[in-house]
């Protein structure tokens, strides 16, 4: 019956609710339902917000120039949204000045200008030091809101 009256209005029978007793079924126009349950999910991602985890990758020695240059760059990942994982690599008998390494990361870190919150703490990860960090706003904001 309802197939027939979805026929006499010229649109189809569409099953919304298969596993229900009796299954549901409304009539709509298919390709128009279609058209806006698409265009309910462009809108979804448009408001999803996209961050990608870039890396800066410093040496125990590294100069003053260099020492700044990556510190623009952090600053710019940051504000553009991005977490960033700083990574300090030592090579050959450097690691020897593994404490040295530590402060120098540390020293990174204070010396970024925006607020950022460190996820994870300087850590060594073989001949690494590894810390990720975020922008403040990237968690916070989606927290707030709950």
């Known amino acids: ?9 010229k649109l189809d029978l569409v099953e919304i609710a298969p596993k229900a007793n009796p299954p549901a079924c409304r009539i709509i126009d298919f390709s128009k339902f279609k058209y806006e349950q698409h265009k309910r999910k462009r809108e979804a991602q448009k408001k999803h917000k996209k961050w990608t985890i870039k890396e800066i990758r ?27 994982k700083v990574s300090l690599f030592f090579k050959g008998r ?48 989606n927290e707030d809101k709950n």
Do not use: C, W
């Open 58 to 84: 410093i040496r125990l020695h590294i100069g003053e120039h260099d020492y700044n240059l990556k510190l623009q760059q952090t600053n710019k990942f940051l504000q553009e949204g991005h977490k960033v």
């Open 94 to 141: 450097e690691i020897r000045y593994f404490s040295e390494g530590q402060k120098l990361v540390e020293k990174f870190i204070e010396a970024i200008n925006k607020k950022v919150k460190v996820e994870r703490p300087p850590i060594k990860e073989g001949r690494n030091i590894v810390t990720l960090i975020a922008p403040i706003d990237s968690g916070e904001k």
């Open 1 to 9: 019956m309802a197939l027939k009256l979805a026929q006499e209005q």
